[in-house]
């Protein structure tokens, strides 16, 4: 069974952070991934970083734009992530853009992250369909769960059709902007919430854009499974490194 399988089978509520690869130095990210687990994380989203990101807010694109002068490549990213499983057992899902995939080779990239040990990938960028006819088989050979976006915008046809070809957790986007932390969820945010939770969907969802504290988290972990914070993460090894990586997740966790 998969890893994303196991974890969200758990009687509680799951938090995944997620971390731009190479930031905020170039061999960062093993240490980050460690001492998250080690702070008891659930799950690690690990950002490939892309020169263009568009559905990124300014954190997470400065983040990118930095690794990438860091020297982050895929390629460096599976090298430095090849002993990871030897310290490391929690779910560890790649985040980035569809682009950087094709240009390793869509085969050729599962084939690195079913080495390495990866468990699922997100690619906000990847359309269901052209994922259904070209990709599909691919990902399920290497054994990755592919984890989809719906928005507040989603019809309830597109994400009943989501949740079909869905095997993992839907990425349930909190708002319609870009990614960024936040103090709190409005009314429309929080009926958001509700009507997916009536829809009785057979993946659970997990909430990311927007959490930044024990509030949101709990806000959006009301009706969710669980929930993910990336910005509010980013920021903070901006201003303490990787040294105080417990403090953060003691601030989320109350």
């Known amino acids: 069974m998969n890893r994303i399988h196991q974890k969200l089978q758990e009687d509680k509520k799951i ?20 001492d998250l687990e080690k702070n008891g994380v659930d799950m690690i989203e690990i950002g ?6 568009l559905a990124d807010g300014p954190t997470i694109q400065a983040s990118s734009t930095q690794a990438l002068k860091n020297g982050m490549t895929t390629s ?4 430095q992530l090849k002993d990871i499983r030897k310290s490391v057992s929690i779910p560890l899902i790649l985040m980035g853009y569809f682009n950087p995939v094709l240009q390793f080779g869509v085969e050729e990239f599962c084939k690195k992250c079913q080495e390495t040990g990866i468990d699922g990938l997100i690619l906000p960028d990847l359309p269901l369909d ?3 006819e070209d990709y599909e088989a691919i990902f ?3 054994g990755l769960v592919n984890v989809f976006l719906i ?5 309830d046809a597109r994400i009943l059709q989501i949740d079909k070809a869905s095997d993992g957790f839907i990425y349930m986007v909190s708002s319609a902007s870009v990614t960024g932390s936040q103090d709190g969820f409005g ?9 997916i939770a009536d829809m009785k969907l057979k993946n659970p969802q997990v909430v990311g854009f927007g959490i930044s504290n024990s509030e949101t988290f709990l806000q959006a972990t009301k009706q969710a499974k669980g929930a993910i914070i990336g910005s ?4 903070f090894l901006t201003h303490n490194g990787v040294g105080k990586i417990g403090d953060f997740v003691k601030g989320i966790r109350k």
């Open 151 to 155: 928005t507040p915008q989603t019809s």
């Open 130 to 132: 052209v994922y259904q």
């Open 15 to 34: 938090l995944s952070i997620y971390f731009t690869a190479g930031y905020p130095t170039l061999n960062d990210t093993v240490k980050i991934i460690q």
């Open 48 to 53: 490939l970083p892309f020169s263009d990101p």
């Open 140 to 142: 399920k050979k290497y």
């Open 76 to 79: 460096l990213l599976f090298q």
């Open 232 to 235: 509010a993460f980013i920021k």
């Open 187 to 195: 009314n429309n945010q929080e009926s958001y919430f509700e009507r």
